[in-house]
């Protein structure tokens, strides 16, 4: 399978601050990838796809001006949660979709965001 | 709206049993078909794939697909405590080129 990393793992910040998180596809160039978050004990809920070279499509009710998606290269895509509120603790997940492998996609380890 | 259904569980086997989860998906023009292993507190991670009507054997997983019946199984064979966590199915068919997912099933595999 593909090797995908996220970082930062862990985030613990106060509220009204943002948080970037980073997801790289570590073996191969991926020209889409998928931010996911899960709430406790919750499944998981698809917030947007990222394209890279183009904007991300959100989600019906994911603000686009609050999680800030930037997919600059084939193995970069970055999350940016802007003004951070308690609501938005989550555990955020990216994966990343493998060209010519008929819509496989890899997740990424995950990156558990505590707002204070 | 395009949904796939899982029964949350949770599904407890004894060791060495076979454990069998099941999923079934609304949109009859999916193509490819997956299950995903997530521990608790950690991501999903691929456990099989299938694009084609049958059954197809990994190690100790088959995944066997019914496209007419719009349903996919996961058979673990010889469970062991180490396959407990939760068990997601997902399905091609979201307006991005994106997978749905089932909520999972959690299967507790007893010692």
């Known amino acids: 399978g593909a090797v995908v990393s996220q970082h930062p793992s862990r985030v613990i910040c106060k509220s009204g601050t943002s948080v970037k998180i980073e997801c790289r596809s570590l073996d191969f160039q991926a020209t889409t990838m998928f931010w996911y978050r899960q709430f406790p004990k919750q499944s998981l809920m698809l917030m947007a796809t990222?394209?890279?070279?183009?904007?991300?499509?959100?989600e019906q009710g994911v603000e686009k001006d609050k999680f800030l998606i930037n997919h600059a290269s084939l193995t970069l895509s970055t999350l940016t949660v802007t003004s951070a509120h308690p609501e938005d603790s989550s555990f955020y997940i990216c994966s990343v979709e493998v060209a010519g492998k008929s819509d496989t996609q890899y997740f990424g380890p995950g990156t558990r965001l505590t707002v204070l | 709206q395009k949904e796939v259904e899982q029964n949350s569980g949770p599904l407890s086997v004894p060791e060495g049993a076979i454990a069998s989860l099941n999923c079934t998906y609304s949109d009859r023009v999916s193509q490819s078909f997956f299950w995903y292993r997530q521990y608790s507190g950690k991501s999903p991670e691929l456990i099989m794939s299938?694009?084609?009507?049958g059954d197809k054997e990994d190690g100790r997983f088959t995944a066997q697909l019914n496209k007419a019946s719009q349903y996919v199984s996961l058979l673990i064979r010889d469970s062991q405590p180490s396959d407990s966590a939760t068990y997601l199915c997902a399905v091609n068919g979201g307006s991005q080129g994106n997978l749905i997912f089932g909520k999972g099933t959690k299967l507790s595999v007893k010692p």
């Open positions: 990222s394209n890279e070279g183009s904007k991300a499509t959100y």
């Open positions: 299938i694009y084609s009507n």
